[in-house]
């Protein structure tokens, strides 16, 4: 069964409550790359299901890996909480859609 846009809605919510609950220093820091990747994934979701919306979706985020091995996404997670606020509202419009 194919995504909707209402599944795409709760992903993003569930970031952004998520990142809701953290601290200001901790919205401040930067996620796992599981993390990253996983916002990615939702992105790229809404650009399957809305083609035609492409251009106006936020970015998707680069994952790093450090010296020692452990990724990292680029993004922090007050980016990545505006990221997925933006996503809520861009899908809310095309409910029905």
């Known amino acids: 069964m ?4 209402r599944d795409l809605v709760a992903k ?13 220093d901790a919205r401040r ?5 599981l993390f990253g990747r996983d916002y990615n994934s939702l992105r790229a979701a809404a ?10 979706l936020p970015p998707a985020v680069q994952v790093h890996q450090d010296s020692l091995g452990q990724e990292f996404t680029e993004a922090s997670y007050g ?3 505006t990221f997925c606020e933006q996503l809520v509202q861009i899908l809310e419009e095309q409910k029905g859609s």
């Open 29 to 33: 820091a930067q996620p796992s790359g």
């Open 47 to 56: 650009a399957t299901l809305h083609p035609r919306l492409v251009e106006i």
């Open 79 to 81: 980016e990545l909480d």
């Open 12 to 24: 993003a919510r569930a970031f952004t409550i998520s990142i809701g609950k953290l601290d200001r």
């Open 2 to 5: 194919a995504l909707s846009s």
